[in-house]
């Protein structure tokens, strides 16, 4: 009922910046909390970035506090995740995911739906 499809990975030098979108489409609800996560090979998928429906709250690991930015544009259905300053530790599979709930969170398992992921390599 509701996909996810994230787009704008791909190879980028660190110190540089990439944004990345999700698209949402064919759904029968507003999405209300939207999240990224990350997993990069051998590791735990991990929180990256949240989101509230009104864009007010936002939420974001030390990790990427002061380098990673998201945002969201109800009208066209997406969400951003504006990427700055860019590591080798920031290479991963990027996933958006969605979920009914006005609760913006952290956790991965509180969240319905999910995109494919899209890739992020950082190289020096």
């Known amino acids: 009922q509701v996909r996810l499809v994230e787009s704008g990975g791909g190879l980028v030098q660190a110190g540089g910046s990439l944004r990345l979108s999700c698209g949402a489409s064919?759904?029968?609800?507003?999405?209300?909390?939207m999240g990224w996560f990350r997993q990069a090979p051998g590791k735990e998928r991990e929180f990256v970035a949240a989101?509230?429906?009104?864009?007010?709250?936002?939420l974001y690991p030390d990790s990427v506090k002061g380098r990673f930015t998201i945002s969201r544009d109800n009208a066209k259905n997406t969400v951003y995740l504006q990427m700055n300053s860019l590591k080798f530790e920031d290479t991963a599979v990027y996933y958006c995911?969605?979920?009914?709930?006005?609760?913006?969170?952290?956790?991965?398992?509180?969240?319905?739906?999910w995109g494919q992921g899209t890739q992020v390599t950082v190289s020096s």
């Open positions: 995911a969605g979920d009914p709930s006005p609760l913006v969170t952290t956790e991965a398992s509180r969240y319905g739906y």
């Open positions: 064919g759904r029968t609800f507003t999405l209300n909390a």
């Open positions: 989101i509230n429906r009104s864009g007010s709250r936002t």
